[in-house]
């Protein structure tokens, strides 16, 4: 299995600043015909189920907010939240999608305000 | 828009099968992979398998042995169900959309269920 593994396990950051959350893979996630890194980001607040904000390691679900992005090719990835808001607090979770037999996820990163 | 929901006994004794069914509504199942993942309390999401509406399957090693998932296309759902289980298969079950080559895009809001005697 690819296991995926998120750093830091939590950062409080204060409101308006950045947020930045590591995510590396086990092996490469890169699809080399296409290019694509199969690579996708969640969050996760209290109660609810993950919601899907980043997919192909960089590309933005519909309606997710411009402050958050992605980057990262091969084995890793960042997700960036440029300006702290309220509601952003929430767990955020890594995925792979390149190995289908085996879908794994990060371990999950806790993002509180300070 | 796509809607999913779960169902199933919230209370099952250890050594016996966990059953659950999922509901698609707002869209056809067909042409889609159609996952499980579980997440026990505090605890990070856990992929149990997914299912073609083919009735084609892919699941956890880990798991492997103890579940079965099956689809109805004409009542537009999907099931799981897990054998065997023990107290470390308390968790939240969600079902979730797996398009092909894609990211779980739509997430059902879960259940709880809680293995005990």
């Known amino acids: 299995d690819i296991v995926m593994t998120q750093s830091p396990d939590s950062l409080a950051v204060s409101l308006g600043e950045r947020a930045t959350i590591n995510c590396k893979s086990s092996q490469s996630v890169l699809y080399s015909s296409n290019n694509k890194n199969y690579l996708a980001w969640y969050q996760q607040k209290p109660g609810q189920p993950p919601k899907l904000l980043i997919y192909w390691a960089s590309t933005r679900e519909s309606g997710v907010p411009d402050r958050f992005s992605g980057s990262g090719s091969g084995t890793d990835f960042t997700l960036t939240i440029s300006s702290l808001q309220a509601e952003d607090v929430a767990v955020y979770y890594c995925q792979q999608y390149y190995s289908t037999l085996a879908l794994t996820f990060g371990g999950g990163t806790k993002v509180e305000i300070k | 828009q796509v809607q999913l929901q779960e169902s199933g006994p919230g209370l099952v004794k250890p050594s016996e099968t966990l059953s659950l069914t999922c509901t698609v509504s707002g869209g056809s199942i067909s042409s889609y992979y159609w996952s499980w993942i579980r997440q026990p309390a505090g605890k990070g999401l856990e992929w149990i398998g997914r299912i073609y509406t083919s009735g084609s399957t892919n699941y956890n090693p880990s798991l492997k042995s103890r579940v079965t998932m099956s689809v109805d296309t004409s009542k537009n759902q999907f099931s799981l169900k897990l054998s065997s289980v023990t107290a470390a298969d308390t968790a939240v079950y969600y079902c979730?959309?797996?398009?092909?080559?894609?990211?779980?895009?739509?997430w059902g809001q879960g259940t709880m269920v809680t293995v005990s005697s």
């Open positions: 979730a959309r797996f398009p092909p080559g894609d990211a779980f895009d739509i």
